[in-house]
């Protein structure tokens, strides 16, 4: 890479699962308000998928997944993105790490769920779909105490039998009828403890929500991400190519362009 990057660029340190950050990549673009190809942001992703297991680490059974995140999250600093988004829940428990270790600010995925959760029904109580390392790691519960937002858990059976279950089977490709079912029951388990809206908190469960989706409003906690990326970079709609090669000093039809640099 020999040019950074002339525009707001978005950096994605993904690749926890591949799915998952194919599946923001793609919502990204969908909701950018863009009339062609030219209108779109500018996005550098990492995505290794060999980052050790995040919730191993925090459990005590993995090694830490701090090293190859880092060493992403410094390919995207000097790519020369203007921030970062992490399509993943669980690794939001290292995202102070990888702020102090680029500079870079990291998009807060926790507090955008939980903003938009407590925008849908102000004052209720939220439910939270999430991995044992989200849990252990108590990242809903912070942001809810930081944000004044009551955070309830599923029982700690429906998230053995439900909810790890149903994200193992997305990340392995599985047929998601069964994920879906679990997760729709493990929604049924939220509303009976009163919760009065969900969080899908882990980026795989948006996958397989559909069904609890009709049990409780469910906020994407992927969709959350993509606005608040998009919210951040205060993207806006662009006019035609030419007027932006125009403004940008691009010449049309010759050598210079006005996009990525050289990689």
């Known amino acids: 890479m020999t040019e950074r990057l ?26 950018t308000p863009a009339a062609c190809d030219q209108g779109h942001v500018p996005v550098v992703m990492w ?28 390919w995207l600093q000097r790519a020369g993105v203007t921030c970062m988004a992490v399509p ?19 998009i807060d995925m926790i507090e955008a769920a939980l903003t938009a959760a407590s925008g849908r029904l102000p004052g209720g109580r939220v439910g939270v779909l ?22 309830v858990q599923v029982p700690e059976q429906a998230q053995r039998v439900y909810v790890d279950a149903a994200i193992g089977a997305v990340k392995s490709g599985a047929d998601r009828a069964a994920p879906e079912a679990w ?13 009065q809206v969900v969080v899908a908190a882990c980026t795989e469960i948006p996958l397989v929500s559909g069904a609890a989706s ?29 007027q932006r090669a125009e403004a940008s000093g691009a010449v049309v039809g010759g050598n210079e362009t006005s996009g990525l640099g050289s990689f």
């Open 88 to 106: 993943c829940n669980t690794a939001h428990a290292y995202v102070e790490q990888l702020s102090r270790a680029t500079g870079v600010e990291v």
């Open 183 to 195: 997760i729709a029951l493990a929604t049924e388990a939220l509303r009976e403890a009163g919760a």
């Open 214 to 242: 009709r049990i409780l409003p469910l906020i994407d906690s992927t969709d959350a991400l993509v606005d608040a990326a998009l919210e951040r970079l205060a993207w806006p709609g662009r006019a035609a190519p030419d």
């Open 47 to 74: 995505a290794d998928p060999a980052v050790p297991d995040r919730t191993a680490a925090l459990l005590g059974g993995g090694p830490s997944p701090v090293p190859a995140l880092v060493e992403g999250a410094r």
């Open 6 to 31: 002339r525009r707001p660029a978005l950096g994605i340190l993904g690749g926890m699962g591949p799915l998952a950050t194919a599946d923001f990549y793609r919502r990204f673009v969908e909701r």
């Open 130 to 151: 999430a991995t044992r390392g989200t849990r252990r790691a108590r990242l809903y519960e912070r942001a809810g105490a930081a944000l004044g937002v009551e955070v």
